[in-house]
């Protein structure tokens, strides 16, 4: 890998990390204002939660496409899997 190559995927991997933050940003601003439009047109009634918790499943899974990736599924295991496969097709 030459340093332009690792350039770019640095680059691209900071953007990945930004995107994340970004995402975690906003989610938190509409919660706080969806929580205080509650609390003011309805007190009573609590439905602001359900916002949080069905966005807060997909920046779950965002935060794991960001920063869990190598650790299930991720470019290490399927290059470990290549390699494997490679192995085996070899034995035959």
Do not use: C
């Not at 953007?15 to 706080?32: D, K, S, T, W």
């Not at 991720?74 to 035959?92: D, L, T």
Request: glycine residues 8%; hydrophobic residues 45%; aromatic residues 16%.
């Amino acid at each position: 890998m030459d340093e332009q190559d690792g350039y770019a995927r640095a680059k691209r991997r900071v953007e990945e990390i930004r995107g994340f933050y970004m995402h975690l940003a906003v989610y938190i601003a509409v919660n706080l204002l969806l929580f205080a439009i509650n609390m003011v047109s309805s007190p009573g009634t609590l439905w602001f939660y359900w916002v949080t918790v069905f966005w807060g499943i997909g920046l779950a899974f965002h935060a794991l496409q960001v920063f869990g990736r190598d650790r299930f599924l991720g470019r290490e295991w399927e290059e470990k899997k290549i390699r494997e496969v490679m192995e085996r097709e070899e034995r035959r």
